[in-house]
């Protein structure tokens, strides 16, 4: 199930004493609108938002204002902090795009490497909460539900399971909206080391 909650986040920790958002209201009005929006138009966005709401664990979404994306975190103890009895924490920002290259007409920039040629795209925040909402899928299928043992597998190995989320859930739900100028591997967001490598043209 999930737990849905609106603060204001900012670099502060624990969560939990993040101030709560003044405008609740709206912030819940967002989600909804994303969430019926996913459902709407994507057979796997309904796949993933029913597989996490019906489960008997407890997932809590803090829907907050922002500038980045989103991001999951497993209830593991290391991280420092009390999940207050959930197996795992999102936090999602409505009005935040991400920013991915892809190869593509009409490049702006050049991989010196290998001559590659790419093109900045922008998702919409909604691509972003059905990827944060992916990992917990695998979080459940793929790892049992064990805090530790994501948290563990991700740190040793975040590109496999990054990728391994963009092409069973971000992808396809990309894709079934009609956006077909999606990210294939997770490094090629804008803010990554390997897109620190493009040269403009």
């Not at 992916?134 to 064990?146: E, R």
């Not at 399971?161 to 396809?172: G, K, Q, S, Y």
Request: negative net charge; contains cysteine; aromatic residues 12%.
């Amino acid at each position: 199930m999930i737990r849905l909650h609106t603060r204001k986040m900012g670099d502060e920790w624990p969560y939990d004493q993040a101030p709560f958002a003044k405008d609740a209201g709206a912030l819940h009005a967002l989600y909804d609108k994303a969430r019926a929006v996913l459902m709407g138009g994507s057979a796997t966005a309904r796949r993933v938002f029913e597989l996490v709401e019906s489960s008997s664990i407890v997932i809590d979404m803090i829907v907050s204002r922002g500038k980045s994306g989103g991001y999951f975190l497993p209830a593991d103890p290391s991280y420092g902090f009390d999940f207050h009895g959930s197996s795992g924490l999102i936090v999602w920002y409505p009005e935040a795009s991400f920013e991915f290259y892809v190869e593509g007409p009409q490049p702006t920039h050049i991989n010196p490497e290998t001559g590659s040629k790419w093109c900045l795209m922008a998702a919409s925040s909604d691509l972003v909460l059905a990827h944060e909402l992916g990992h917990v899928v695998q979080y459940m299928t793929d790892f049992g539900s064990n805090a530790a043992r994501f948290h563990a597998e991700y740190k040793a190995n975040l590109l496999l399971i990054e990728n391994d989320n963009v092409r069973r859930h971000e992808r396809p739900v990309a894709q079934e909206m009609g956006n077909f100028m999606t990210r294939r591997d997770y490094r090629t967001s804008k803010d990554s080391e390997w897109s620190g490598k493009l040269i403009r043209i």
